[in-house]
């Protein structure tokens, strides 16, 4: 089975203030999980681009080529 990190997503204090914030996270099998600390649920964390960034790239990219390409087709004129 596939693992993946998790990290907590509680923000501020916790337990009853006594610790100022909670930043567990560790790897775990893919599933639902919850904070040995704190309770709250594990978020998993992305370990690299998603398909929408990937894809936004490349469109930049092409986007980019495109304008330089016209550039220089309207220079050397």
């Known amino acids: 089975m596939a693992q993946f990190l998790y990290r907590c997503t509680t923000e501020g204090a ?3 203030n006594l610790k100022p914030s909670c ?3 560790m790897v ?3 599933g639902s999980h919850h904070c040995p600390i704190c309770g709250q649920e594990l ?3 992305s370990d690299g681009l998603t398909i929408s960034e990937v894809l ?3 469109q930049q ?3 980019k080529q495109k304008l330089q390409d016209q550039t220089k ?3 050397k004129k």
Request: charged content about 40%; overall charge negative.
């Open 14 to 16: 916790i337990n009853n």
């Open 23 to 25: 930043d567990f996270e």
């Open 28 to 30: 775990f099998d893919e």
């Open 43 to 45: 978020l998993r964390v």
């Open 56 to 58: 936004r790239l490349g």
């Open 61 to 63: 990219r092409a986007d």
């Open 73 to 75: 087709g309207t220079t």
